[in-house]
């Protein structure tokens, strides 16, 4: 009689199977990374991180490079990646040859578990239709002063309470985690019409804002590698790094359609918010969920690291937070808020500070496509289909021939003309992108941002604690995140007298 297999044999050849798969896939990577091996010093800088002992931030590296290449452009092989701070190449890129640098298949591939089908990772059809959605929304008066609105009721009611329990106490406080729950409220109630309540006097600890942390930090570190596959294997097997990725997107995802089923149990027909107008014409709730994720990471993250970077160039600058406090008083008067959104607008100087923070620490450091086809961009560099091509806004705050000899120094003034503010070439100024896939989102960030600045501004002093005036270090990220924070001491400012200051003055 014939005996059937033993216990010890079945996991002798599940053992066995696995060992094959394994073995296999390392075969494989060996040979690709044999492909993508590069001995030129650029790229053993890359892969053996000695650019590190260097630089304190990659981006600061990346900016070095394209300072001493003649054409402003570089090819890290290892990456398959062409990296630009021309001008030239960015206009041609983002508007000349649009349709030939899409985000592209790779990109989408980076980024899809966490943003799916939402509109930084799509192109065609699904980016035109969302696109067309949000313009028509974005693009209305009435929205931006729901968006003022919105913000303003943060500042007021959570906010400053918040920042006046803090001086009270004297204790120190991390300004960018401040941030980054007041921009998670304001985006929820603005797009979602749902209050989260990050921001309230004890700091309460959002299960959403600390996973989508994690999702971006772990899906821009993918990016990172020489080869994708090393992160497709710990995928396919759920470990490291990926099951931390894949565990904080569940949360996300879980999340994400309690507020669609909040929204649809509230009723969404008649309300301002932007989910509720997509609302009315998407049911698919896979679709919606990326539209939510999308919508958190344009104007959670992006607001508070611009606010992160103002306030700590600011706080080093108190000639420039002098004539900010200065124009408030001309323009809003003595003791009083900003009362609407046209009268933000005339901030001019206020204007041109946040600016001049963006361009030298943007919140987005640089932006990648694909190209599609062969391809050879305005400065003579040719480009081979399916390389990524990536265009560096850090780096391109600190090229002299775009701002000149004192490119690294804060200087709000070189945005004014008679005192007015004055655009510059999109093309030079890449902050919100440009051309065709310009921020649709752009005016509503300036709202919060400078509604954000002058309110804390004329009623605190944030002074930084000792270790943190050195250049900021940041962390993995789709957007700028201080690696560290920005713990800061904050102090009521003692009399209104010290908001009339003659903008010459040293506060």
């Not at 106490?169 to 990050?198: A, T, W």
């Not at 570190?221 to 596959?229: G, H, L, Q, V, Y």
């Not at 359609?257 to 649809?264: A, G, S």
């Given at each position: 009689m014939k005996s059937s297999p033993s216990f010890h044999d079945s996991w002798f050849f599940i053992f066995f199977f696995f060992f094959l798969v394994v073995l296999s896939l390392i075969i494989f990577f060996v040979l690709k990374l044999r492909v993508l091996y590069c001995t030129c010093e650029i790229c053993q800088a890359y892969v053996q991180?000695?650019?590190?002992?260097?630089?304190?931030?990659?981006?600061?590296?990346?900016?070095?490079?394209?300072?001493?290449?003649?054409?402003?452009?570089?090819?890290?092989?290892?990456?398959?990646?062409?990296?630009?701070?021309?001008?030239d190449n960015v206009e041609y890129i983002l508007k000349t040859r649009f349709d030939n640098f899409p985000k592209g298949k790779p990109f989408s591939v980076i980024l899809g578990d966490f943003l799916g089908r939402g509109i930084f990772n799509v192109d065609g059809d699904s980016w035109r239709f969302q696109r067309k959605m949000a313009s028509l929304e974005l693009g209305r008066v009435s929205?931006?002063?729901?968006?003022?609105?919105?913000?303003?009721?943060?500042?007021?009611?959570?906010?400053?309470?918040?920042?006046?329990?803090?001086?009270?106490?004297?204790?120190?406080?991390?300004?960018?985690?401040?941030?980054?729950?007041?921009?998670?409220?304001?985006?929820?109630?603005?797009?979602?019409?749902?209050?989260?309540?990050?921001?309230?006097?004890?700091?309460?600890?959002?299960?959403?804002?600390?996973?989508?942390?994690?999702?971006?930090?772990?899906?821009?570190?993918?990016?990172?590698?020489?080869?994708?596959?090393?992160?497709?294997?710990?995928?396919?097997?759920?470990?490291?790094?990926?099951?931390?990725?894949?565990?904080?997107?569940?949360?996300?995802?879980i999340l994400a359609?309690?507020?669609?089923?909040?929204?649809?149990k509230f009723g969404f027909s008649d309300e301002k918010d932007l989910l509720s107008k997509f609302m009315t014409t998407i049911s698919d709730e896979t679709y919606l969920r990326d539209i939510i994720v999308s919508f958190l990471l344009a104007g959670r993250d992006t607001v508070a690291s611009a606010l992160t970077s103002f306030f700590w160039l600011v706080a080093r600058h108190p000639v420039a937070e002098a004539a900010i406090l200065h124009e408030a008083y001309k323009v809003i008067g003595l003791n009083k808020g900003p009362t609407s959104y046209e009268q933000i607008k005339e901030l001019h100087y206020l204007h041109a500070a946040i600016y001049e923070s963006m361009r030298l620490y943007p919140p987005i450091q640089f932006d990648s496509k694909f190209c599609l086809e062969d391809d050879v961009l305005a400065d003579g560099s040719f480009v081979k289909k399916g390389t990524r091509v990536t265009y560096h806004p850090y780096a391109m705050g600190r090229m002299e021939e775009i701002w000149g000899s004192d490119c690294l120094e804060f200087k709000p003034e070189r945005w004014l003309r008679d005192g007015v503010f004055f655009h510059e070439n999109p093309f030079k100024y890449p902050v919100f992108q440009a051309g065709v896939r310009v921020c649709l989102g752009k005016e509503i960030a300036l709202v919060e941002l400078k509604s954000v600045a002058i309110s804390l501004l004329r009623r605190f002093r944030v002074e930084l604690v000792d270790g943190q005036e050195d250049k900021p270090r940041f962390s993995p990220g789709l957007t700028a995140t201080f690696r560290d924070g920005l713990r800061v001491l904050v102090r009521a400012r003692s009399s209104v007298s010290s908001q009339i200051i003659n903008k010459n003055e040293k506060l």
């Open positions: 991180s000695r650019w590190t002992s260097h630089f304190p931030n990659l981006c600061d590296w990346y900016a070095h490079l394209l300072k001493n290449s003649p054409t402003r452009t570089i090819h890290i092989h290892v990456l398959n990646n062409t990296i630009t701070a021309n001008p929205i931006r002063a729901y968006s003022f609105e919105v913000v303003n009721q943060e500042i007021d009611r959570r906010l400053t309470p918040l920042l006046e329990s803090v001086c009270t106490r004297n204790e120190i406080l991390d300004l960018q985690d401040v941030f980054r729950r007041f921009s998670f409220d304001s985006i929820c109630r603005f797009s979602f019409g749902l209050d989260p309540k990050c921001l309230e006097l004890s700091l309460p600890l959002s299960k959403f804002a600390v996973s989508f942390d994690l999702a971006s930090k772990l899906s821009a570190e993918r990016a990172m590698f020489a080869s994708p596959i090393i992160w497709k294997i710990k995928r396919l097997f759920n470990i490291g790094s990926e099951k931390k990725l894949n565990q904080a997107i569940k949360i996300i995802h359609r309690e507020v669609i089923r909040q929204r649809r």
